[in-house]
């Protein structure tokens, strides 16, 4: 669906609304990859919501991550905890980031919580064997494309696949210097994300293609985790030219 962000208009001349202003709320927020993002939004000033299936279990990761944005740029109350579902309904933009494994049945109880929003999914289908990293076949084409098909009513866009949780959490590196590919069939949703993806230090959100390109965004973290082994390192992308 196309959808216009809370305070935006429909025109193309018209500036698009200041995603500083927006509560992003994070499912799965209690992992790696959620409390890492939730840090560093939360230090550039963002209103963070982190959600968990134990709302006791948001609430202190919630207070850790506060404590350690907090360093950076103190703010009582940017970032609190709560379950899925009331985070999905409180925040005005919406990042899923649980396993793979949980992503179809956290996200179809949350459809009319997550209606008129920005979803932004950051879910891998990768696997291990004694091969290494692999990508899981996902029927509709891509985990993106999943979350697009169970909710109708959002704008559901993929982002924040190929930035490392190791380098979220660590405040100590002022720069994370990656580019996050942003792939979605809504263009206000997506230079939304490509924004938010701007406030993270050293990083740009680069568009990359709709929603049936989301494929590959998914499978190429496979690449960079098999990278990360190899070389001992926390790989991302930059893209030249842009
Ligand atoms: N880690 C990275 O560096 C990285 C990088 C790029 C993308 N990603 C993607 O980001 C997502 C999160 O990664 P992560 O490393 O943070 O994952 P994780 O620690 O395995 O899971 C994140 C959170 O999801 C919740 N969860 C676990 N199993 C669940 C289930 N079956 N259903 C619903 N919720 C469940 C847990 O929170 P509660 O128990 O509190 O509910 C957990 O803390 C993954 O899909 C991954 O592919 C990760």
């Known amino acids: ?55 006791d279990r948001a609430a202190e990761v919630a207070t850790e991550v506060a404590t350690s944005a907090g360093t950076v740029t103190p703010r009582p109350g940017s970032v609190q905890g709560g379950s899925n579902t009331d985070v999905a309904g409180a925040a005005d ?28 999914d950051c879910v891998v289908p990768m696997a291990f064997d004694e091969r290494g990293a692999y990508v899981l076949d996902v029927p509709e084409g891509s985990v993106t494309q999943q979350a697009a098909a169970l909710l109708p009513d959002s704008a559901v866009v993929g982002a924040f696949h190929h930035l490392s949780a190791t380098l979220l959490e660590d405040l100590s590196r002022s720069s994370i210097d990656a580019d996050v590919l942003v792939v979605g069939d809504d263009r206000t949703a997506t230079e939304l994300v490509q924004a938010l993806a701007g406030r993270l230090p050293g990083v740009r959100g680069i568009y990359a293609g709709r929603l049936r390109n989301a494929r590959q965004v998914e499978a190429l973290t496979i690449n960079l985790v098999s990278v990360n082994r190899r070389y001992k390192a926390h790989a991302g992308i930059r893209v030249t030219d842009v």
């Open 1 to 55: 669906m196309s959808i216009a962000p809370p305070g935006s208009s429909t025109s193309a001349d018209t500036p698009a609304v200041d995603v500083g202003t927006l509560t992003v709320g994070v499912l799965g927020g209690t992992g790696p990859q959620g409390r890492g993002l939730a840090v560093r939004l939360a230090a550039a000033g963002q209103r963070v919501l982190l959600g968990s299936r134990d709302p």
């Open 93 to 120: 933009l919406v990042v899923v980031a649980v396993p793979f494994a949980g992503h179809a049945a956290t996200l179809a109880v949350l459809a009319s919580r997550l209606a008129g929003k920005v979803v932004v």
